[in-house]
Structure formats: C-alpha cells, structure tokens
C-alpha cells in the first residue's frame, strides 16, 4: 500500500450535481495530483496542489476545482457534473521534487446518471 | 501539447513468451516513468529513466529510454499470469504526467 488514501471509493451523482472527493497524502508529502482516468484510458492530468496553491492545471474547464489543506490532504470538486465526468478519479501524492516518484491512491469511481 | 502514444493497445502472450511494449512521445522528455495497473486497481509506480539511453532491469522485466529522450520501451521475458494488467508509460515535463493510453497484457496459460 502507497499510504495514499481517497474517500469514498464510489459515488453515484446525477447530471447537474456537484462532487467532492477527498484524499490523504502520504506522510511527508506535500505536492499531491489528481488525474481523471476514464475506462480504458490512462490517467489525464487535472491539475497540481503544492504548500495549498494549485501551481499546474491540465486541459480542464473552471468547474474543475481543487483545495489543499495545511496537512496536505486535498479534495476535488466538479460543479455541474456531466455525463462525461464519470471516470475513475486518482490522486497521487508525491515530494516538492520535481523527479520524484508519485504515489497513487485507490482511486473514487464517479458515476454521473 | 504533449502527446504520449503506447503500441500495442492489446498484447496476448503465450505464457513462457517474450513480449515488448513500445512508448513514443512527440516531444523529448525529462524523464519517463512506467507504471503497471491491475484489473481494478491504480497505477503502481515501476521505474523511472532519466539519462538518454538509460536501460534499467527489474528482474524479468526490463526498461528502455531512447537516445533522443522521445521513445521508451519495457521488455518482459518468460511472461507469467502474475504479469497481467495494463502497463502505461508517462512522460514527465516541468510538473505533471502525460500517460499513454497502455498496453494491456492477458496471458495464457
């Protein structure tokens, strides 16, 4: 196990609804990701959270937002939602160094009826 | 924008069997990392390259970056059922990963 955590693990919303998913870096962590990995695809890049700044977004609309917390712990938040939305939502937590290894959650599986 | 193409998308192997999977990108990396994704679950994070022509063995599997820094390649001999799942490459610039789209691997017995 990576020491990553994401809650809840599942998550069923209708179109027009707004979603929060959390996760919980690994300890000593302080840059975490979070990726959009719809079936049968790899993970797109949503956007970056390093010291509770976003400092790197992907090709996401605005209603694709995030936060980070003095502990690290990060959510996402999709307002909005769309039927596209449904995927497989990962975050990774990693060091401020750039080359280091990213440690992925679980993942939340979101779908949007 | 970068983009991180994987061929095959399938690759069935006779157990035993040799295999390749080939990652290409259309602009030259810092780096590229591999991760390995079972049925259901999330990337795990298998190695990095950072050198022009680096290769890196993990016992039965072993790991290629081009010269140019644009192309990498990951190699497993005598495959095994424990080698199924979807292996993705991701290239590594300034801050974020751009994945492929992966190769998934099912094996016979």
């Known amino acids: 196990e990576t020491g990553v955590t994401q809650s809840p693990t599942h998550l069923i919303k209708t179109r027009g609804q707004q979603v929060t998913l959390r996760c919980s870096s690994q300890s000593g962590h302080n840059t975490v990701s979070w990726y959009q990995q719809a079936l049968g695809q790899g993970p797109q890049f949503i956007f970056q959270?390093?010291?509770?700044?976003?400092?790197g977004r992907g090709n996401f609309p605005p209603r694709f937002s995030g936060l980070q917390f003095p502990n690290y712990s990060s959510e996402l938040n999709v307002n909005a939602l769309e039927l596209d939305d449904s995927a497989l939502y990962l975050c990774?937590?990693?060091?401020?160094?750039?080359?280091?290894?990213?440690?992925f959650g679980p993942g939340t599986r979101l779908t949007v009826l | 924008g970068q983009q991180v193409m994987q061929i095959p998308q399938y690759q069935h192997v006779q157990e035993g069997e040799d295999f390749t999977t080939y990652c290409n990108s259309s602009?030259?990396?810092?780096?590229i990392q591999w991760y390995k994704q079972r049925p259901g679950g999330h990337p795990v994070f298998l190695i990095q390259l950072v050198k022009s022509g680096e290769v890196k063995k993990q016992k039965r599997l072993t790991f290629q970056f081009g010269e140019a820094k644009k192309n990498s390649s990951l190699h497993i001999t005598a495959t095994q059922t424990t080698d199924v799942g979807t292996y993705f490459c991701a290239g590594v610039n300034d801050y974020k990963l751009s994945f492929g789209a992966g190769t998934t691997v099912t094996v016979r017995a």
């Open positions: 602009t030259t990396l810092s780096n």
């Open positions: 959270y390093y010291r509770e700044e976003e400092n």
């Open positions: 990774a937590s990693r060091t401020e160094f750039g080359t280091d290894t990213q440690y």
